[in-house]
């Protein structure tokens, strides 16, 4: 089983190899300044969103960025799972699940009301685990 735990700044070069291939899978392309900038925040313990890395036979091969917001639906923080990533070759091994479990205890111990996430229709692979550890809901996401 993989070891979970924050991310630290001496993890760069390996979240960033991680990162690239996470945009890739999205199909999308940032600017190596937004990079380097959603680094330092995720690295920084005082500052959202959080970060979670799996290091499994002494390698980074996963990660989870979460935070927490306030909504008009609870009075408690709701927990958003933003990003979620196991290199192709770790893949089937626990390792998002486990990534997942991880955030699930960060929003118990925050007291969360819920936690979240959104992923793209053809994430079959990441589809077929997420249904077995949250309910799909019905919405559908517009973005400006």
Not at 41 to 64: C, I, K, S
Request: hydrophobic share 45%.
């Amino acid at each position: 089983m993989p070891e979970i735990r924050p991310l630290k700044v001496s993890d760069h070069e390996p979240w960033q190899k991680l990162w690239q291939g996470y945009l890739r899978f999205y199909r999308q392309h940032l600017p190596d300044a937004l990079t380097a900038a959603t680094f330092a925040r995720l690295a920084d313990e005082h500052q959202q969103p959080h970060a979670l890395v799996a290091v499994h036979e002494g390698r980074l091969v996963g990660f989870t960025h979460y935070l927490f917001h306030r909504s008009t639906w609870a009075v408690q923080e709701i927990c958003y799972l933003e990003d979620l990533f196991v290199e192709p070759a770790a893949r089937g091994q626990g390792i998002a699940r486990a990534l997942i479990h991880a955030v699930y205890a960060a929003a118990d111990r925050a007291q969360a009301a819920s936690v979240y996430w959104m992923t793209q229709e053809f994430n079959a692979d990441g589809r077929a685990l997420y249904d077995t550890l949250a309910r799909r809901t019905s919405f559908i996401r517009y973005e400006r």
